[in-house]
């Protein structure tokens, strides 16, 4: 089900737009007016992005954004107990029930699990201040439990009923170990929050202790070479065929396609590695969020806000594209995530960055081993883990590089810090050999 929110064309009086909200149900789209109007100057895409705003009625920022996380949270799982396509009545009366309105029809019921569920979604998401991403994540977790039983009640989660939960999530959804003990884990977040609310009486969930054979992925970034080689990449003509060599050493053609977009990927892949922005961040930074030597952002996974200096080469892709305009002010031109990630492999694979990476995980309880050229595993995020693992090597002390990145703690650091330790060590030998051939 995808759930967004836009601004409406009309503006009232006071210039203010109405938010609207987009649902599709069952293959069908569904559209309705939320109630609320704002300046379109404080819209962010799907949120009300200054927090001190107040509208021409009197409604806050913080009223309008509870009413979209409610919208957003009762929507997203929804479509679990959904069993043919609603009315447009249907769906507005939904809308109400969402923001809690008088005017649903809606019959009474004896709650179930899963409309237990949906209420911490919605609670949960709206003090948490949950992002649209984690909202999927419980979306997900949702249809995992619908799959495994759509008419679960608490009492099956006795030491059997879990072990069976996680044994369907390995075994018949094939998850990697570590998907399964998110789930898990997920699964304990909920049954907990019932617990305090008095809705379920199975309190097994805190005594049990599975093992989940969890091995951590290397870190994929760039190399400072590899990074300006991309940099630097002239992209080729569509339709031409580039010669290259696979990781087994083995010449192939790859055909550009796309060279525009590929173009676009290269620049805003190379803003992140050059400013340690996560690809949500870049994709909503405005203009005015630009000075002469930093920007200044309110990350989307944290809701901190960082100033973060900026260099050379980040300079210089603003100015290529500071000429041009696009939607609500933005800095840079926006290529959706998944299409980014496609461009990403492509470019890189261009580039020949082909190095065997083998990675190491469990899938249904079974050691799996998998080596691929590095290219395939490069995606939007590695922009930002180049430069944390760069600035590291660089020297750069560890407190100043989680000031740019808003990191708040060494634990999420650690993984970075014993790459730039291996990178250290590496330069010092070839230090040392230098010396030895005088």
């Known amino acids: 089900m995808a759930v967004r929110f836009y601004l409406d064309a009309h503006a009232n009086k006071a210039g203010e737009l109405p938010i609207r909200i987009s649902v599709t149900i069952l293959k069908k789209r569904f559209l309705s007016t939320i109630g609320h109007c704002v300046d379109p100057a404080v819209w962010d895409g799907n949120r009300v992005s200054k927090n001190k705003y107040v509208n021409s009625k009197g409604e806050s920022a913080k009223d309008i954004n509870s009413d979209i996380f409610k919208l957003l949270s009762h929507f997203t799982v929804y479509e679990s107990s959904v069993k043919e396509v609603p009315s447009q009545e249907e769906f507005k009366n939904q809308c109400a029930l969402a923001l809690g309105g008088e005017e649903c029809k809606v019959a009474p019921k004896e709650k179930t699990l899963f409309d237990n569920l949906a209420e911490f979604i919605e609670q949960e998401s709206a003090v948490n201040q949950w992002a649209y991403a984690t909202c999927q994540c419980w979306k997900t977790f949702t249809n995992h439990l619908t799959k495994f039983n759509k008419s679960i009640s608490y009492q099956n989660f006795d030491e059997n009923g879990i072990n069976k ?165 933005l800095a840079l031109p926006v290529i959706s995530n998944q299409k980014m990630n496609g461009y990403i492999k492509d470019l890189c694979e261009l580039c020949g960055f082909n190095t065997p990476i083998t990675e190491v995980f469990y899938r249904a309880g079974e050691r799996v081993e998998e080596t691929l050229p590095k290219y395939e595993l490069i995606g939007t995020h590695a922009g930002r883990r180049t430069f944390i693992c760069f600035a590291l090597a660089s020297g750069i002390p560890p407190q100043v590089v989680m000031k740019w990145t808003g990191h708040s703690d060494y634990k999420a650091m650690k993984p970075y810090i014993d790459i730039a330790e291996k990178v250290k060590e590496e330069q010092m030998a070839v230090f040392e050999q230098g010396l030895a051939k005088n």
């Not at 018949?172 to 997920?186: C, G």
């Open 165 to 329: 939960f996680v044994s369907f999530l390995r075994k018949t959804q094939n998850l990697e170990e570590k998907t399964v003990q998110k789930q898990f884990n997920n699964l304990k977040w909920f049954l907990n929050w019932a617990i305090r609310k008095g809705y379920c009486k199975q309190e097994f969930i805190n005594k049990y202790r599975p093992k989940f054979k969890v091995l951590e992925k290397p870190v994929i970034f760039l190399t400072k070479d590899e990074l300006l080689k991309l940099y630097e990449y002239e992209i080729p003509a569509n339709g031409t065929k580039v010669k290259l060599t696979d990781m087994n050493g083995n010449e192939y053609e790859k055909t550009v396609q796309e060279a525009g977009a590929l173009a676009k990927t290269r620049d805003l892949f190379c803003f992140c590695a050059f400013t340690s922005l996560r690809y949500s961040d870049m994709a909503k930074l405005k203009r005015t969020d630009v000075s002469d030597k930093k920007i200044y952002i309110v990350t989307a996974k944290t809701n901190d806000r960082l100033p973060i200096d900026l260099n050379a080469h980040a300079k210089a892709i603003l100015d290529k594209y500071k000429s041009q305009t696009y939607p609500e002010g």
